[in-house]
């Protein structure tokens, strides 16, 4: 059950503070629903209006990763080589289809598929597949250096060094 003052990974907005959850009238109406109130760590002063009601949307937040759940799910991708897809339309297709789950294990393998692409192809990869790249390493980022309590510069040599992958040249 979550509850006042939680941390939660919410949809496309990352991680947020659960700042309340109480009635709320909207529209001008006197009926109230219980709402969550979402605080973004990252989104300034918006906050997120959540119908408690509205199970679809409340199936969206959920508890942050401890530190022993990223251990795992970066221990599960080690030793993986995600295949390439040829076809540039189903390839753009299924890495917007990662993005848009946000599910932290895709995404290592979504960044793992990227970071051989690069290594093996002597023209590298492509700018929109460097913009793909970009996203899926900024919600890593995000919640791995809130839970495991690291600037987000640090986790990419977290997970390298879990992962057993040297550190860039020009790090």
């Known amino acids: 059950m979550l509850r006042e003052n939680d941390y939660v990974n919410y949809s496309t907005h990352g991680i947020c503070r659960i700042e309340g959850i109480r009635p709320v009238k ?3 109406g006197d009926h109230e629903n219980n709402y969550y109130i979402l605080k973004p760590l990252d989104q300034g002063a918006d906050c997120i209006f959540i119908p408690a009601d509205n199970h ?7 508890p942050i990763l401890s530190p ?13 080589h995600p ?5 540039r339309k189903e390839r753009k297709a299924r ?9 932290e294990r895709e995404l290592l393998l979504l960044i793992l598929c990227l970071y051989f692409r690069a290594k093996e192809n002597p023209k590298g ?3 929109s597949e460097a913009a793909v790249l970009k996203k899926a390493e900024t919600v890593i980022e995000q ?6 309590k690291i600037s987000k510069q640090k986790t990419g040599s977290y997970i390298r060094t879990k992962l ?8």
């Open 56 to 62: 679809q949307l409340v199936d969206r937040m959920r």
């Open 143 to 148: 919640e791995f250096s809130f839970s495991l």
């Open 83 to 87: 295949k390439w897809i040829d076809d």
């Open 68 to 80: 022993g759940e990223i251990d795992s799910i970066i221990l599960s991708v080690k030793n993986q």
């Open 26 to 28: 909207f529209g001008g």
């Open 95 to 103: 890495f917007q289809e990662i993005l848009s789950r946000r599910d």
């Open 125 to 127: 990869i492509s700018a």
């Open 164 to 171: 057993g992958l040297p550190e860039p040249a020009n790090a």
